[in-house]
């Protein structure tokens, strides 16, 4: 079964708007890391965020964790029409295992 | 500049056939992974290895096995390959974080589409 789930599975903002995406799972982790896939390549890693922290920012990505929750949050302020990619969570728990979820599908409209 | 290979790109085969999935780091990294991206699916977890000839199931093993005999090269093997079996192959790796709350990021090959006729 699915580590993580992220949510909405498909958004479509205007080119300036913030996008939010959501990701929730099930068992303790260590970290939480998000990841973006353009279309036909590989993942990239955009940041990790790890179980004793509670917010983290990169440039125009800010990242929440809240693991009373189990829960965790990706903001992409003034989002880009390059931002336009999937987007998936991977949370690592016991014995470095990494699940990732399902993702969101983020489309950015000029 | 870091890298991960995968031996094929695009891969064809026919049912029944004996598939190697190769994929290479030149990190030393301790752990690597194996996953399958199916539409609406997003990435599952086949089998990962945190050490040299050491493995772990992930979420959905059956119907593949791998091989982890040098710490830089880790193989994923379908033993008779089944139409099921046609996804997008994803290898990662990553070093081994247990001192410091887990591993870093994982550094992604650019995947094989295998097609199963």
């Known amino acids: 079964s699915q580590q993580g789930e992220e949510d909405p599975q498909a958004l479509s903002i205007q080119e300036g708007e913030n996008a939010t995406m959501n990701c929730s799972y099930k068992?303790?982790?260590?970290?939480l890391q998000w990841y973006r896939q353009n279309s036909g390549r590989g993942l990239v890693h955009l940041i990790l965020i790890r179980s004793n922290e509670r917010e983290k920012h990169s440039g125009r990505l800010r990242v929440t964790l809240d693991t009373s929750k189990k829960s965790s949050s990706l903001l992409i302020t003034a989002s880009r029409a390059a931002d336009t990619a999937s987007y998936f969570c991977a949370t690592v728990t016991s014995y470095d295992k990494v699940i990732f979820g399902p993702g969101t599908s983020l489309s950015v409209i000029p | 500049d870091v890298k991960v290979t995968q031996s094929s790109r695009y891969l064809v085969k026919r049912t029944g056939e004996k598939v190697f999935l190769e994929c290479v780091q030149d990190?030393?990294?301790?752990?690597m992974f194996w996953y399958r991206q199916d539409p609406g699916l997003g990435l599952r977890l086949i089998y990962f290895?945190?050490?040299?000839?050491?493995?772990e199931k992930g979420d959905i093993p059956e119907g593949y096995s791998v091989s982890r005999e040098k710490k830089e090269r880790f193989s994923l093997i379908l033993e008779s390959a089944s139409t099921n079996q046609t996804s997008m192959y994803l290898c990662a790796s990553t070093s081994s974080g247990r001192a410091v709350q887990g591993p870093n990021e994982q550094f992604f090959g650019p995947g094989t589409r295998l097609t199963v006729l």
């Open positions: 290895s945190y050490d040299v000839k050491m493995k």
């Open positions: 990190m030393d990294h301790e752990n």
């Open positions: 068992t303790s982790i260590n970290n």
